[in-house]
């Protein structure tokens, strides 16, 4: 039985975390794989440099997620723009660069069909820690990496006890970037900066907490992460815009997201990353 494809006239993924542990790399490759859009716009911390400038865990599932971004631009006729966020803000010393159907840059403005002006920008702007403290935004990092690690072998505790899934590095999270995000008035400056761009849409990503809401007349999304809340934005034909979530996702395409070896999911993954193997020069 072949897989359903969903189709979108654009989606947005944030926060992927390339080259670190904690990168929800199968699902977000499951994701890619089993979908198509006109335009895919990768909205920062796709890959993490911090991560891997302190080694890091780059995967070959990592490499195959790079190479499958470009294999869409170059024979699925989509229209690629990378945007730069903080953790692989190195870009941002050549923007903007294009190349061919992919475009690099540090934000861009995205018209719905309905022509709405959205404005993208990965949203480290308004974190006044990371803008301001790089210091203490990078050891954040390095704890929040030990607290996803820890939150693994949680899980794993849980599971054998019959438990359901609970995030503690999300719990945690979500509190420390609340204090953050009000200190900093992220709101306020979502609406400022919209005006200034002379757009009514924000779409953001950064503090991995997805949304789709109103702030007064800008309609504010976030496209959340693939480290925990593992979702995307996808902009429908029609120009509606919906906060998806990977178990959506595989209930649409008829797959069991707690399966990995079933509906042709997973496997599939792993033999295409094996005849990749196989096909490179040694």
């Not at 690629?80 to 840059?105: C, Q, T, W």
């Not at 504010?220 to 509606?240: C, H, P, Q, R």
Request: aromatic letters at 12%.
């Amino acid at each position: 039985m072949k897989t359903e494809t969903l189709k979108f006239k654009t989606i947005i993924l944030s926060d992927i975390h390339l080259g670190t542990r904690g990168c929800k790399i199968d699902e977000v490759n499951h994701f890619i794989k089993h979908t198509w859009s006109e335009k895919l716009i990768l909205n920062g911390d796709i890959i993490d440099g911090w991560s891997l400038s302190r080694k890091g865990g780059w995967q070959k599932k990592h490499t195959y997620f790079v190479r499958r971004v470009l294999k869409i631009a170059e024979k699925k006729d989509t229209e690629v723009i990378y945007l730069a966020g903080n953790h692989d803000e190195l870009l941002r010393n050549f923007l903007p660069v294009y190349f061919d159907k992919i475009s690099i840059m540090e934000n861009y403005v995205h018209v719905s069909v309905k022509g709405i002006r959205y404005l993208c920008l990965h949203g480290d702007v308004f974190d006044t820690v990371t803008k301001h403290s790089k210091f203490f935004a990078i050891l954040g990092d390095i704890g929040y990496q030990n607290l996803l690690m820890l939150n693994h072998m949680l899980a794993k505790y849980r599971k054998w006890r019959g438990l359901e899934y609970f995030s503690l590095s999300k719990y945690i999270k979500d509190r420390i970037k609340t204090a953050v995000n009000k200190l900093s008035s992220f709101e306020k400056h979502l609406k400022l900066i919209a005006q200034k761009n002379n757009c009514t849409g924000v779409i953001c990503g950064h503090i991995h907490t997805p949304e789709n809401k109103r702030i007064d007349f800008i309609h504010y999304l976030n496209s959340g992460d693939w480290v925990e809340s593992m979702t995307a934005i996808v902009e429908d034909f029609k120009g509606n815009f919906e906060l998806i979530n990977y178990a959506e996702f595989c209930r649409r395409i008829g797959h069991d997201p707690y399966n990995f070896d079933g509906g042709g999911g997973f496997s599939e993954l792993d033999l295409e990353l094996s005849a990749l193997h196989k096909s490179s020069p040694s």
